[in-house]
Nanobody
Framework: QGQLVESGGGSVQTGGSLRLVCTASGLTLEDYAMGWFRQAPGKERETVSCINWSSSQTTYVDSVKGRFTISRDNAKNTLYLEMNKLTPDDTAMYYC??????????????????????WGQGTQVTVSS
C-alpha cells in the first residue's frame, strides 16, 4: 500500500500564501489523478482541486478559483498546491489523495468516493484575520 505525506501547512495572516507539498512513496503518482481536499472543524471534507495524470486537466472549487493552483511533478512523485490570497475561510486540515485512474472521479460525491482514495495524514492551514 502506498503512502502520501503532506507538508507545507502553517499559520499565516489574511492575504498570505502557502505552498502545500504531497510526496508519495510506494506508489507511482503518474498512474493516478490526484486531488487536494480540506476539512474545517465541524464541516464535511470537501474537494478543493484535482489534476489528471498529465496535468492537462485541472478542477477547482469555486471558492479557490484564481487563488489556488494545483500542479504535479511526476518525475519527483510529488503533488503541489500553491495557495495565494488566503482568507480565514481557508482554515482547515488539508489532505492530498490519489483518486484513481481518472479525474472524473473528483466530480463524484466525495462521501461515496473517499473510501476508494489513498489519503495522506493531512497538514494544517490556519489563516488569521
Amino acid at each position: 500500500q502506498g503512502q502520501l505525506v503532506e507538508s507545507g501547512g502553517g499559520s499565516v495572516q489574511t492575504g498570505g500564501s502557502l505552498r502545500l507539498v504531497c510526496t508519495a512513496s510506494g506508489l507511482t503518482l503518474e498512474d493516478y489523478a490526484m486531488g487536494w481536499f480540506r476539512q474545517a472543524p465541524g464541516k464535511e471534507r470537501e474537494t478543493v482541486s484535482c489534476i489528471n495524470w498529465s496535468s492537462s486537466q485541472t478542477t477547482y472549487v469555486d471558492s479557490v478559483k484564481g487563488r489556488f493552483t494545483i500542479s504535479r511533478d511526476n518525475a519527483k512523485n510529488t503533488l503541489y498546491l500553491e495557495m495565494n490570497k488566503l482568507t480565514p475561510d481557508d482554515t482547515a486540515m488539508y489532505y492530498c489523495a490519489a483518486v484513481g485512474s481518472t479525474i472524473k472521479r473528483c466530480g463524484r460525491p466525495l462521501k461515496e468516493e473517499a473510501q476508494y482514495y489513498t489519503w495522506g495524514q493531512g497538514t494544517q492551514v490556519t489563516v488569521s484575520s
